[in-house]
């Protein structure tokens, strides 16, 4: 059974905005925060990646735990 990383994915997803902001302001070279460009508003999704990011970082963390204590 192939184990799926759920720690690196929970951080990929918690700071995928981060990331997108960052590169499209780069590539348009306006600030990480104006929103008139577009790139601000890449900042909004982290109210929902954030948490679902970190849930999957418990989960993974959990996981792991239990494969090392349990058997």
């Given amino acids: ?8 994915i929970g951080l990929l997803i918690a700071l995928l ?15 990480i925060f104006d929103e008139g460009s577009g790139s601000g508003a890449y900042l909004w ?6 948490p679902i990011g970190l849930l ?8 792991k735990l ?3 204590f349990g058997s």
């Fill in 45 to 50: 999704l982290l109210m929902l990646t954030v």
């Fill in 17 to 31: 905005p981060i990331l997108l902001a960052f590169s499209t302001s780069l590539l348009n070279g306006t600030s």
């Fill in 1 to 8: 059974m192939k184990r799926v990383p759920l720690i690196r």
């Fill in 66 to 68: 239990l494969r090392r």
């Fill in 56 to 63: 999957l970082v418990v989960i993974g963390l959990l996981v």
